[in-house]
């Protein structure tokens, strides 16, 4: 029993001593789903060059935010640029937001892999999106009604995509179904053949079908040089200016492995 | 001193209380009582900050936006500038798949419950219970797993023949029956046996026919319909049906086990069968503590928020038409679970407490059903009590 006690002792001093070890020597990430894997192999690279432990966690661009006015993170990922009304309740906070872009991302227009619809222009996906087109047959495809697939309110993804394509005033129809991550979509628009989703293209793989928008099908290049019109800048924002070892973290994608770790990803690096 | 008193001594102070030890002993007992109140009254107090906190930051939102919208306008659009935030499609969608998986498990819970206290023999019922309320101890999000990924799919690929055999091994049973009984009870009054087998059978031909063809019929319209997403309110109900499953079994199962063996006795004794028991005898002398036991479980669909964010679709408007269970629905609690992330204090105030908006609503659902099922159940003790 008592040396049970006493491993238990053991256990809590070793624990707290951990954590306040760790508050010099952890970067915490907190945010986007389509920064996330980006983070990951940053974070596990970093891991293993540096010793410092990084944690990702993905919640959504705006959680991200959330955490870093509230200073529960080290860097924020976030798939979209801080809004006004966050860059002042950081401020208000005495947080002081620095966006750092290490990627660019082509939003993706996926559908089920045995829909025979090829392309789509800008206008037509925000008509399908608006609710007015509703048939797959008005686009040059199978009599079916379009299944419109989303994200969440608290999506960078989401913000983007309302941004790049449909307008920021306009409003999503209420048929359109709502999901939470990128990874969900892709299940949704893999498994439902009638489906139209938005992805980043770092999530694309061949369980779907990545429409062209405008006649440019999105890949490395083509977001590259800008004929991808759906195209994003992706962000890592601290409070204030970097310096050390975050400062290190955040210069990454500017190296030739960082470089390496994002082309890997499907993402385009700058 | 004589022997005599020294015994008595001696006996006496086995029962004689000293002083210290009543002390210690009255200390023990106020310390103990104060405990156990303390902790009651914890809970208690629990219960009623929960209701404060989420009405303290409910109510700003009906003094900035007001109740009608709310309540009258299916336009959810929280996030955009300006914001709007009516709720009903949302009510509307929460309702829905509450009636919907009630449908689902309230028949099936009753008749497990029946089925466990009254027909089965006692060594299988042992096992067999423990077992259904296993049912209970799965995480809900693996539930929600099972319903995006396995259920959905195999709704849209095969969504048409599925619900026709559904229908089928669903409704036959219930048609079998309801045939026997029907032309039981319309040959009942006949007085002439030879007469009454004829008319009898007579009926049993034309009703068996009829309900052959309503199984066909109705049967071959399910089959021609085509599930366009599997992400729908009839997934979510079939899902929180199996939620609410143990709860219904095992209340209901404990209040016909409380109608008690010599109500049993008493009607076999009379020359009813177990038939005419379990339906006239044993149902309405439980029907208080079902009722109740399906009041609880219908409030475990309600509040479910994993599997109904996962498999519902969460697309904010009301199906047409509005009995369309294999549209794409958005609850309140999915809602609150998904729109959390984003709607802050700092961000913007009516989409954050629009939320706590909805969870009041949820709460005063609950609060009113546990408060009528807590009465309905006490009803049901004074009239098995005999008072």
Same mark, same amino acid.
């Given at each position: 029993?008592?040396?049970?006690?006493?491993?238990?002792?053991?256990?809590?001093?070793?624990?707290?001593?951990?954590?306040?070890?760790?508050?010099?020597?952890?970067? %915490?990430?907190?945010?986007?789903?389509?920064?996330?894997?980006?983070?990951?192999?940053?974070?596990?690279?970093?891991?293993?060059?540096?010793? %410092?432990?990084?944690?990702?966690?993905?919640? &959504?661009?705006?959680?991200?935010?959330?955490?870093?006015?509230?200073?529960?993170?080290?860097?924020?990922?976030?798939?979209?640029?801080?809004?006004?009304?966050?860059?002042?309740?950081?401020?208000?906070?005495?947080?002081?937001?620095?966006?750092?872009?290490?990627?660019?991302?082509?939003?993706?227009?996926?559908?089920?892999?045995?829909?025979?619809?090829?392309?789509?222009?800008?206008?037509?996906?925000?008509?399908?999106?608006?609710?007015?087109?509703?048939?797959?047959?008005?686009?040059? &495809?199978?009599?079916?009604?379009?299944? %419109?697939?989303?994200?969440?309110?608290?999506?960078?993804?989401?913000?983007?995509?309302?941004?790049? %394509?449909?307008?920021?005033?306009?409003?999503?129809?209420?048929?359109?179904?709502?999901?939470?991550?990128?990874?969900?979509?892709?299940?949704?628009?893999?498994?439902?053949?009638?489906?139209?989703?938005?992805?980043?293209? &770092?999530?694309?793989?061949?369980?779907?079908?990545?429409?062209?928008?405008?006649?440019?099908?999105?890949?490395?290049?083509?977001?590259?040089?800008?004929?991808?019109?759906?195209?994003?800048?992706?962000?890592?924002?601290?409070? &204030?200016?970097?310096?050390?070892?975050?400062?290190?973290?955040?210069?990454?994608?500017?190296?030739?492995?960082?470089?390496?770790?994002?082309?890997?990803?499907?993402?385009?690096?700058? | 001193?004589?022997?005599?008193?020294?015994?008595?001594?001696?006996?006496?102070?086995?029962?004689?209380?000293?002083?210290?030890?009543?002390?210690?002993?009255?200390?023990?007992?106020?310390?103990?009582?104060?405990?156990?109140?303390?902790?009651?009254?914890?809970?208690?107090? =629990?219960?009623?900050?929960?209701?404060?906190?989420?009405?303290?930051?409910?109510?700003?939102?009906?003094?900035?936006?007001?109740?009608?919208?709310?309540?009258?306008?299916?336009?959810?659009?929280?996030?955009?500038?300006?914001?709007?935030?009516?709720?009903?499609?949302?009510?509307?969608?929460?309702?829905?798949?509450?009636?919907?998986?009630?449908?689902?498990?309230?028949?099936?819970?009753?008749?497990?419950?029946?089925?466990?206290?009254?027909?089965? #023999?006692?060594?299988?019922?042992?096992?067999?219970?423990?077992?259904?309320?296993?049912?209970?101890?799965? #995480?809900?999000?693996?539930?929600?797993?099972?319903?995006?990924?396995?259920?959905?799919?195999?709704?849209?690929?095969?969504?048409?023949?599925?619900?026709?055999?559904?229908?089928?091994?669903?409704?036959?049973?219930?048609?079998?029956?309801?045939?026997?009984?029907?032309?039981?009870?319309?040959?009942?009054?006949?007085?002439?046996?030879?007469?009454?087998?004829?008319?009898?059978?007579?009926?049993?031909? =034309?009703?068996?026919?009829?309900?052959?063809?309503?199984?066909?019929?109705?049967?071959?319209?399910?089959?021609?319909?085509?599930?366009?997403?599997?992400?729908?309110?009839?997934?979510?109900?079939?899902?929180?049906?199996?939620?609410?499953?143990?709860?219904?079994?095992?209340?209901?199962?404990?209040?016909?086990?409380?109608?008690?063996?010599?109500?049993?006795?008493?009607?076999?004794?009379?020359?009813?069968?177990?038939?005419?028991?379990?339906?006239?005898?044993?149902?309405?002398?439980?029907?208080?503590?079902?009722?109740?036991?399906?009041?609880?479980?219908?409030?475990?669909?309600?509040?479910?928020?994993?599997?109904?964010?996962?498999?519902?679709?969460?697309?904010?408007?009301?199906?047409? #038409?509005?009995?369309?269970?294999?549209?794409?629905?958005?609850?309140?609690?999915?809602?609150?679970?998904?729109?959390?992330?984003?709607?802050?204090?700092?961000?913007?105030?009516?989409?954050?407490?629009?939320?706590?908006?909805?969870?009041?609503?949820?709460?005063?659902?609950?609060?009113?059903?546990?408060?009528?099922?807590?009465?309905?159940?006490?009803?049901?003790?004074?009239?098995?009590?005999?008072?």
């Amino acid at each position: 029993m008592i040396q049970r006690l006493l491993l238990l002792l053991f256990l809590i001093v070793f624990a707290v001593s951990e954590t306040a070890d760790a508050a010099v020597k952890t970067i %915490v990430l907190d945010g986007s789903t389509t920064v996330g894997p980006v983070a990951k192999s940053f974070a596990i690279y970093f891991t293993k060059k540096y010793g %410092v432990r990084v944690t990702v966690s993905e919640s &959504g661009s705006g959680n991200g935010a959330k955490s870093l006015i509230n200073s529960s993170c080290t860097i924020a990922t976030m798939s979209r640029a801080m809004k006004e009304a966050e860059i002042a309740a950081a401020r208000k906070k005495g947080v002081n937001p620095v966006a750092h872009v290490i990627a660019f991302d082509g939003l993706a227009m996926v559908i089920h892999p045995a829909n025979p619809v090829r392309s789509l222009s800008i206008s037509q996906i925000r008509s399908i999106y608006q609710g007015t087109i509703r048939n797959w047959k008005e686009v040059g &495809g199978a009599n079916a009604r379009i299944v %419109v697939i989303q994200r969440e309110s608290n999506s960078g993804t989401q913000e983007s995509f309302k941004e790049l %394509v449909t307008g920021k005033r306009m409003r999503i129809t209420g048929n359109s179904e709502t999901q939470s991550s990128n990874g969900a979509v892709k299940n949704r628009v893999s498994t439902t053949l009638s489906s139209i989703g938005f992805l980043s293209l &770092g999530f694309v793989d061949s369980s779907v079908k990545v429409i062209a928008v405008n006649g440019v099908v999105p890949n490395e290049k083509t977001v590259k040089n800008g004929a991808y019109k759906v195209t994003r800048p992706l962000y890592l924002y601290t409070n &204030g200016q970097p310096s050390g070892l975050v400062k290190q973290f955040i210069d990454l994608p500017n190296t030739p492995e960082g470089k390496g770790m994002i082309t890997e990803l499907g993402l385009v690096s700058r | 001193m004589t022997g005599e008193s020294e015994g008595e001594r001696n006996r006496s102070n086995a029962f004689v209380v000293s002083a210290r030890k009543r002390t210690l002993q009255k200390v023990a007992k106020t310390t103990g009582e104060g405990m156990l109140f303390s902790v009651a009254f914890f809970v208690a107090v =629990v219960v009623l900050f929960i209701f404060y906190f989420v009405a303290r930051d409910a109510i700003p939102f009906f003094q900035i936006r007001g109740f009608s919208e709310f309540f009258t306008s299916t336009n959810w659009y929280p996030a955009d500038e300006p914001g709007e935030f009516g709720a009903l499609a949302i009510i509307y969608g929460s309702l829905m798949v509450t009636l919907g998986s009630a449908m689902i498990a309230v028949p099936m819970g009753v008749a497990a419950a029946i089925c466990l206290s009254d027909i089965l #023999p006692f060594s299988i019922r042992q096992y067999a219970k423990p077992v259904i309320e296993m049912l209970a101890a799965i #995480p809900s999000v693996a539930f929600g797993f099972f319903a995006l990924v396995v259920l959905a799919p195999l709704m849209q690929d095969h969504g048409g023949p599925l619900l026709m055999w559904a229908w089928w091994i669903l409704v036959s049973p219930f048609l079998l029956l309801s045939v026997i009984v029907i032309s039981d009870l319309l040959t009942a009054n006949i007085k002439d046996e030879k007469r009454r087998e004829k008319r009898h059978w007579m009926w049993l031909i =034309v009703l068996g026919f009829f309900s052959i063809f309503l199984l066909f019929k109705v049967g071959a319209v399910l089959n021609g319909i085509q599930i366009l997403t599997g992400t729908n309110a009839l997934n979510v109900s079939i899902i929180l049906s199996f939620m609410a499953l143990p709860t219904i079994v095992s209340v209901s199962e404990d209040a016909l086990q409380a109608v008690g063996r010599d109500i049993r006795e008493g009607s076999y004794a009379l020359g009813a069968t177990r038939a005419e028991t379990i339906i006239k005898t044993i149902l309405p002398a439980a029907s208080s503590g079902i009722l109740a036991a399906v009041i609880l479980g219908i409030m475990r669909a309600l509040g479910e928020t994993m599997v109904v964010w996962m498999a519902s679709g969460n697309s904010s408007h009301i199906p047409e #038409p509005w009995f369309n269970y294999l549209e794409a629905i958005r609850t309140l609690t999915a809602t609150i679970a998904g729109d959390m992330g984003e709607a802050d204090q700092v961000t913007g105030s009516a989409r954050f407490h629009v939320l706590f908006a909805m969870g009041l609503l949820l709460l005063i659902i609950s609060f009113i059903s546990n408060l009528v099922s807590e009465r309905i159940v006490v009803r049901q003790r004074k009239i098995l009590s005999g008072q």
